[in-house]
C-alpha cells in the first residue's frame, strides 16, 4: 500500500508539473502572438532590436555630432511625452490630453502634458531604451513582458524625448529663477528651515484673525507647477495642479488648520497664519515647502499630482473663519 500510495502521489506530481508547463507554454504563445502584432503594426524588424526582447524604432531623428548631441545617463532625469499600449489591451497610458482622449482614457483628475520622469522609474526596456535617443528624438520602444510588467505581456511606447535633465540642481534652479523674475516675485517670505519663499501682495484685508490648530478657515486656492520650461508651458503661470488642470480663478476651500491635506501644503498654512481676512496674495515655494520629494498621488489612480521636488506657485485669498 505504501508503494501505491508513493506511485499516486508520483504521478499526481508530474501532472501537475506537465499542466504547469502547458500552461506556461499557452502564455509565452499568447505573449510571442502580440510581440509579433505589435512588430507588424509598427513595422518593426530585427534591425531595430538592441537587445534581448528589446526594440527601438526611430520615428524622428536628431543629426547632430557627438560634441553636441545630449544622451541621458543612469540616473539622468527626462521630458517625455509617451503613449502606452499593454498587450493586446490597447492605450493604457497617455500624456498627451489628445491622445487621452482619442483613446477614451481621458481623466478630468490627471494633469495633462509633458512629464519630468527619472529614467529609473521608468519599466526597465523603456528606461534603457532612452539611453539610446539623443534629446529631441521620437521613437517607438517596444518590450517583451520581462522588460515591461510581467504577467506574460509585453509593452509598447510611443515617446517624444524632449529634454534630458543630467543636471538637475542646476534645471530646478534655472527654472525657479526665471518663473520667479518672470512674474516679479521681489519679496521674501521667511520660514524658520531656512528655506526662502516667495511673496507678491495683490489685495489687502483689514481684520487680522488669531488662529489656532483646529480651526475651521475658508479659503480661495489655486495651485501651479513652478514650470518655465517651454517645452511644458508657451506662457506663465505653469500648468494648474489645483483645481484639476483647469485654467481657472481660485476655487473656494475650507479646511481645518493642523488636519489640512492637499492641495493645501505647509507653505499655505504659514502664509494665512501671517494675512488678514480679505488679503489676496500669491506664493512662489520651493517644494521643500511644498509636497517635497515625495510630491503627491491621487489617492485612487495613484498617478502624480504634484510630482516630487515641484517647487509651487499658489494664489490664496482668505476669506474667513469658520467658528
Known amino acids: 500500500m505504501k508503494i501505491n500510495a508513493f506511485a499516486t502521489a508520483a504521478v499526481t506530481f508530474l501532472l501537475l508539473v506537465s499542466c504547469h508547463k502547458d500552461v506556461k507554454n499557452d502564455y509565452q504563445a499568447e505573449h ?7 512588430k507588424t503594426e509598427y513595422g518593426i524588424t530585427e534591425s531595430d532590436k538592441i537587445d534581448d526582447g528589446l526594440y527601438l524604432k526611430f520615428t524622428h531623428q536628431v543629426n547632430l555630432d557627438s560634441s553636441t548631441a545630449l544622451y541621458p545617463n543612469g540616473t539622468s532625469d527626462v521630458i517625455v511625452d509617451l503613449l502606452g ?40 526596456g523603456l528606461g534603457v531604451a532612452l539611453l539610446s535617443m539623443q534629446e529631441g528624438e521620437s521613437a517607438i520602444v517596444l518590450m ?53 519663499s516667495f511673496v507678491k501682495v495683490r489685495t489687502t484685508g483689514l481684520t487680522k484673525p488669531v488662529l489656532e490648530s483646529g480651526d475651521w478657515v475658508t479659503i480661495n486656492l489655486s495651485g501651479y507647477y513652478v514650470e518655465a520650461d517651454s517645452v511644458f508651458v508657451s506662457s506663465l503661470p505653469g500648468r494648474n495642479f489645483y483645481p484639476f488642470g483647469q485654467e481657472s480663478e481660485p ?13 493645501v501644503s505647509d507653505i499655505v498654512v504659514f502664509a494665512i497664519d501671517k494675512m488678514s481676512i480679505g488679503d489676496e496674495w500669491e506664493i512662489l515655494a520651493p517644494s521643500e515647502h511644498a509636497f517635497g520629494s515625495t510630491g503627491y498621488t491621487h489617492p485612487t489612480t495613484g498617478a502624480y499630482l504634484v510630482p516630487p521636488d515641484m517647487d509651487v506657485h499658489y494664489r490664496i485669498k482668505f476669506v474667513g473663519v469658520n467658528l
Do not use: C
Open 32 to 38: 510571442d502572438k502580440m510581440m509579433a502584432n505589435f
Open 85 to 124: 499600449f499593454l498587450g493586446s489591451q490597447g492605450v493604457f497610458e497617455a500624456t498627451n490630453y489628445q491622445d487621452a482622449n482619442d483613446n477614451g482614457i481621458y481623466s478630468e483628475q490627471y494633469v495633462y502634458g509633458p512629464k519630468r520622469l527619472d529614467i529609473r522609474s521608468l519599466p526597465l
Open 144 to 196: 517583451d513582458h520581462r522588460l515591461a510588467f510581467g504577467g506574460y505581456t509585453p509593452a509598447l511606447y510611443e515617446v517624444d524625448l524632449y529634454r534630458v535633465i543630467n543636471n538637475q540642481e542646476w534645471y530646478d534652479s534655472v527654472q525657479f529663477q526665471t518663473y520667479k523674475d518672470s512674474l516679479h516675485f521681489h519679496d521674501t517670505l521667511v520660514v524658520a528651515d531656512g528655506k526662502t
Open 251 to 263: 476655487e473656494e476651500l475650507v479646511f481645518q488648520l493642523g488636519s489640512q491635506g492637499y492641495p
